[in-house]
Each structure stands twice: as C-alpha cells, then as structure tokens.
C-alpha cells in the first residue's frame, strides 16, 4: 500500500507552461512538504502546511504555489515554468513536527526544455 | 556559506568495511540531526534520527552528534552491496524545517 504517492513520475513540459503536481498520503499524517532536489542532490524544503495551513514558504518564486484541498493531500501548482525549474520535487508527510519520521513519495522528474 | 555541508563522494568500499560519512553545519542552534539513505530514482527515507549531542546506535548503523565542533556523523558496521545509496544528512534548529545536506554517494563493493 502506497504511504505518499505523486502524479505524475515524469513531466517533459515547454518553458513558459503551467503544470500541476499532485501529491497524496493515506498515513493520516498532519503536516506535509515539498522539496525540490537539484541536479547535484540538493533537497531543500520549499513549503510545509499543516492541517491545510501554510507553515512554512521558504524564498521560492511565487510562480510556486501549493494548494490543499485537505490534510491527505498537497498539490505544487507551477506557473510560467522556467529552465531553471528542472529537478526532482519531492513530497513528503510527517505526524505532526518534522522531528516525527518523514515520509517522502516517489519523486516527479520535471524537465522544462 | 550553505547551512550543512557534505562531501559528496563518491565514496567506494569493499563490503565488510566500516564507512563513516560526515557533515558540517554553521548554525550553532540546530539541535535536530538526522540521516537520510535514497537509492536511485527513490525518496529520501529515514536512517537515524538524534536530538542533540551524543550518540545513537541502531543495528550496524551508529549516529553522532558533536555540537561543539558542528559536526555529525553516520557509521555503517560490516558494510553490504544493499547499503549502495546516497546519504543525506538534516538538520534543524524549529521541528518543521531541516536543511539537507548534498548527500554522499556511497557503493559498496562485493
């Protein structure tokens, strides 16, 4: 059974596009995450929600937005996506605090061309 | 100055070996230290988790933390092929944020 599942795997999408990312956890976990890992491994964390409140928005371009419709789910919404956008985006879930374990999903390759 | 750095690698043992990954970190007010293993093309999952100084063991995995010199570290005892992954240190000053390190990208050989 899939803790943290995203959709899609892959996205090959034109700079200057919008796309969505979906992001959805059965734990009955209170917090989730997004991070984007670079091309040299980097992960840093970009939003944190809580109970469908925003916690967390780190310097992240506001062509970044999450959206959650409730607490299994967290959605990345990109707008005029740029070549630099290219990386892995990461979501993850946690019970409460990140201190708690998290759970990251699959991972969704964007490539911007 | 990034906040947490680590020596990417990568890093190549024979199996058997004992491997020590290390990290550095310029916030003295980090207090939460966590190590992270991803195998290719997978999420991040959890390793090792500490809360400030000391020591923690779990199985052929040992965690350090030396807060004076900022400075952590992830033992692996008796090293397999199936510990052939990137690892990736965190940590943390609030519960809800942790700054990652690169990851060090580890094959162990048989």
């Known amino acids: 059974d899939t803790a943290v599942s995203q959709t899609p795997k892959y996205l090959v999408t034109q700079m200057g596009n919008d796309k969505s990312i979906k992001c959805e956890q059965n734990l009955g976990h209170d917090t989730m995450y997004w991070y984007k890992q670079d091309s040299k491994k980097f992960l840093k964390i970009m939003f944190s929600y809580n109970n469908k409140e925003l916690i967390i928005n780190e310097t992240v371009p506001n062509r970044f937005s999450p959206k959650s419709p409730d607490k299994a789910h967290l959605n990345l919404h990109i707008n005029s996506l740029e070549l630099g956008d290219s990386a892995v985006y990461f979501c993850?879930?946690?019970?409460?605090?990140?201190?708690?374990?998290?759970?990251f999903g699959p991972g969704t390759r964007l490539t911007v061309l | 100055q990034k906040e947490v750095e680590q020596d990417p690698g990568p890093l190549s043992v024979p199996e058997g070996a004992i491997v020590s990954l290390n990290c550095t970190y310029s916030?003295?007010?980090?207090?939460?230290f966590m190590w992270y293993r991803q195998y290719s093309r997978k999420g991040p999952e959890l390793l090792m988790y500490?809360?400030?100084?000391g020591n923690k063991e779990d199985g052929r995995f040992t965690a350090q933390v030396d807060k004076s010199s900022k400075y952590i570290s992830l033992f692996i005892r008796d090293s397999q092929p199936s510990d052939s992954a990137t690892y990736l240190c965190?940590?943390?000053?609030?519960?809800?944020?942790?700054?990652f390190g690169t990851g060090t990208s580890l094959t162990v050989i048989p």
């Open positions: 916030n003295s007010a980090f207090q939460y």
């Open positions: 500490t809360y400030s100084s």
């Open positions: 965190a940590m943390s000053v609030s519960p809800n944020q942790f700054y």
């Open positions: 993850a879930s946690s019970r409460l605090a990140a201190t708690d374990t998290q759970y």
